[in-house]
């Protein structure tokens, strides 16, 4: 079946990397989503890559892709407390604008 | 300011209430969606209405009751609902149907059925 699998929690300190991790079992999806949810807020898409890509950079994002294990990862450099938000990965299949969730990983910054 | 408002924010309701939510879009799309949102799950996906059409429901028990009466609007009809019900429920839309069209979400509606 369908499944998105994220770690729950991250705890980084301001100015590390943060790596949030992502599998899904659906190896015909065709789009993967990383969408950001900040308190009292809805989602916000932050970037997505298409499943025939390896790699996608955005400023200070970086999304890698591992089609072969179906792993999915988002680095943030340089992370800030403003990035502290729930991370939500999602699939996306091929004819479908049906997007399966993860449960999302609650990244922390400390000062 | 992303271009879909949700009202109200928060809403507790009784079992035996009839309450409604609503979500407007100023965005000029043609899909709307209704999420929902619990603790520690995923986000299910409950209903999909494409140019004012329903086009999905996800098995979504019948106390739920979708209304999209033009592509800017669309409400969620709630009654006799049960405390499993409490959750975020979100609402997000996009320019059309398909999986290259972004979703863009509104900051949700906290219900709590007593």
């Known amino acids: 079946g369908e499944d998105v699998e994220q770690s729950l929690f991250l705890s980084v300190r301001e100015g590390d990397s943060s790596v949030i991790n992502c599998t899904y079992t659906?190896?015909?999806?065709?789009?993967l989503y990383w969408y950001k949810q900040e308190p009292g807020a809805g989602l916000q898409l932050l970037t997505y890559?298409?499943?025939?890509?390896d790699m996608k950079q955005d400023q200070r994002l970086t999304v890698l892709l591992n089609k072969k294990d179906k792993h999915l990862s988002l680095r943030i450099a340089d992370t800030q407390t403003g990035d502290s938000a729930i991370y939500f990965c999602a699939e996306g299949m091929d004819s479908s604008y049906k997007l399966i969730f993860g449960s999302g990983t609650r990244l922390l910054v400390r000062p | 300011e992303t271009g879909v408002t949700q009202t109200p924010r928060h809403l507790v309701m009784g079992m035996t209430n009839k309450k409604s939510l609503k979500c407007e879009q100023h965005l000029g799309h043609n899909a709307m969606y209704w999420y929902k949102q619990s603790a520690k799950k995923p986000l299910e996906l409950m209903f999909v209405?494409?140019?004012?059409?329903?086009?999905e429901n996800n098995s979504v028990p019948s106390r739920f009751s979708p209304e999209c009466p033009n592509s800017s609007h669309l409400f969620l009809h709630l009654h006799t609902l049960q405390p499993e019900d409490s959750a975020l429920y979100l609402c997000?839309?996009?320019?059309?149907?398909?999986?290259?069209?972004?979703?863009?979400f509104g900051s949700g509606t906290q219900l709590s059925v007593l």
């Open positions: 890559i298409f499943s025939n890509m």
């Open positions: 659906d190896s015909s999806s065709t789009y």
């Open positions: 997000a839309s996009s320019p059309a149907e398909g999986a290259d069209e972004k979703l863009f």
């Open positions: 209405y494409n140019f004012k059409e329903q086009t």
